[in-house]
């Protein structure tokens, strides 16, 4: 009775959809619809099965999609709970029994079939005509389809066998699955997350066509409990430039590492270069290199965040729904730090800036902003101790010099010399062109690692404003260049 009304609806919803004048019938495969349509056959030794396709695009695509709909109510009256994301190409030749259908389905979750019980199909062509307008211009656009309905016969001992194969099957799915139950269990007494993991992902899967059994539901809910209790957090690192996390599986019962686990990294302030992905360790610690950063403001932040995929490929093939399998994505997704790194705190190797005036003594305002620039991009600067009064931007290039800087674990240091030259009047305003030469130089292999030369002219209502104006332009332009290359370092 339930087959007959659900096929009843059918019909009504297309009648209604080919009420209107637009839709013109131009073709059916019989003079009048088979009353198989509204009322399925019904004999002694056999089941029909009906299967149905409004407005395929083809008149195979309607063959196709009507006969993997019967073969869907085949499984269910045989006992399947059908969720499987099942892939069926349809050839309407030769023949197949149900017996081979089941098996391949079963094996792979895919399937050819060739010619089933196919009783009998029945079709209507129809051309639609719709007005379209697009620019102030209307047009009629015409849509040809097919409305295709196949009636499946199977025989009553054929479905009995399968049915009594299927209860044996279910049986020994089930054995399968307590085993993986079983050793799920033990793998997680033993902090083995993962590996637990996977076990109840076994028992989705291997349940997959009994889906609504306790233990299929016990399964799928230990899959979302792992994925609910994993925990993300920062830990001390042991290495310079490194950001180390824990993951960890946090349960009533106590906390386990999650090892094997990868975690993938996201700049959200500032600019770098640090490891896109990081497996964690035996002790669920993963630990991700810095190999640049450039601060915002002293402070840069990054994102870390545990990678969805591990945890649902294993779901694949399983009969959950797409619904539940984003439900474990978006669980995992949430699953982040955001670690906070200030430029105070991160910068590792000593730098020194050491500015004159070609005019004698040291600029004191030029290092103050080039220092301030290191500083900001998480570079550490010093104030050397060794310095003399003799020392000048012609001069600094001795091996005394080196090596006073060295002994105070000096790495690089910043040398450079400015002059403002007076560039006259314009209008009521003094001009200063502000000119620096300057090189950044390893220290320890005496190397020199960079070179600038820059001048910028700045206008001011006296001589002092100028030179300011034009040395705090000068500063801007050449620190970038500068923190490049001390940061390579």
């Keep these: 009775m339930l087959r007959k009304i659900f096929v009843t609806a059918i019909i009504s919803t297309l009648v209604l959809s080919c ?39 083809s008149y195979e695509k309607g063959v196709s999609s009507a006969l993997n709909q019967a073969m869907t109510e085949v499984m269910k009256h045989i006992g399947f709970t059908f969720t499987l994301q099942t892939e069926i190409t349809t050839l309407i030749k030769g023949d197949q029994d149900l017996s081979t259908y089941m098996d391949k389905i079963n094996e792979t979750g895919q399937v050819e079939l060739k010619g089933q019980r196919v009783k009998e199909i029945y079709f209507e062509k129809y051309r639609d005509t719709k007005k379209v307008t697009e620019n102030n211009i209307t047009r009629s656009v015409e849509e040809i389809y097919y409305d295709v309905y196949l009636l499946l016969k199977y ?12 209860e044996e099957k279910d049986r020994e799915n089930q054995r399968l699955a307590r085993g993986y139950k079983e050793e799920g269990e033990e793998l997680l007494l033993k902090g083995r997350v993962m590996d637990t993991y996977n076990k109840y992902a076994d028992i989705i899967k ?38 180390s996390f824990k993951v960890t599986h946090e349960t009533a019962d106590g906390s386990s590492p999650v090892s094997r686990v990868n975690v993938s990294s996201e700049i959200l302030m500032g600019e770098g270069e640090v490891d896109r992905l990081v497996s964690t360790g035996l002790d669920g610690i993963g630990n991700c290199k810095i190999q640049k950063m450039k601060f915002t403001g002293g402070l840069a932040k990054i994102k870390f965040t545990v990678e969805p995929g591990q945890f649902i490929f294993p779901l694949m093939d399983t009969a959950l729904s797409n619904e539940e399998k984003d439900a474990v994505v978006d669980t995992v997704k949430m699953k982040s730090i955001i670690v906070t790194l200030k430029s105070s705190q991160y910068g590792t190797s000593k730098v020194c800036v050491i500015i004159w005036e070609k005019n004698g003594g040291r600029n004191k305002e030029m ?20 310095l003399t009064s003799d020392l000048s931007y012609k001069n600094f290039d001795n091996p005394d010099f080196y090596t006073k800087l060295s002994e105070e674990k000096i790495s690089t240091a910043v040398i450079g010399q400015t002059e403002a030259a007076d560039n006259g009047k314009i209008y009521t305003m003094q001009s200063v062109l502000g000119i620096i030469d300057a090189r950044v130089v390893d220290i320890k292999n005496h190397q020199v690692l960079t070179t600038i030369s820059k001048s910028i ?11 300011t104006r034009s040395f705090e332009a ?11 290359t001390v940061s390579a370092e």
């Design 19 to 57: 009420a209107s004048a637009k839709v013109k019938l131009l073709e059916k495969s019989s003079r009048k619809r088979p009353k198989w349509i509204i009322t399925l056959p019904e004999d002694s030794k056999n089941l029909y099965f009906l299967g149905s396709k409004s407005k395929a695009a």
């Design 155 to 166: 025989s009553k001992k054929e479905i009995k066998a399968e049915r009594r194969k299927k």
């Design 206 to 243: 291997t349940l997959s066509s009994q889906s609504g059994v306790p233990l299929f539901n016990e399964g799928l809910t230990s899959v979302k409990n792992i994925a609910e209790n994993i925990i993300i957090k920062e830990v001390p690192s042991k290495a310079r430039k490194e950001i």
């Design 367 to 386: 290092e103050s902003m080039i220092t301030r620039a290191l500083t900001n991009n998480g570079i550490s600067v010093v104030i050397p101790k060794s």
């Design 457 to 467: 002219p700045k206008a001011g209502i006296s001589f002092a404003q100028a030179k």
């Design 474 to 484: 000068l500063a801007e332009s050449v620190t970038p260049t500068i923190v490049d």
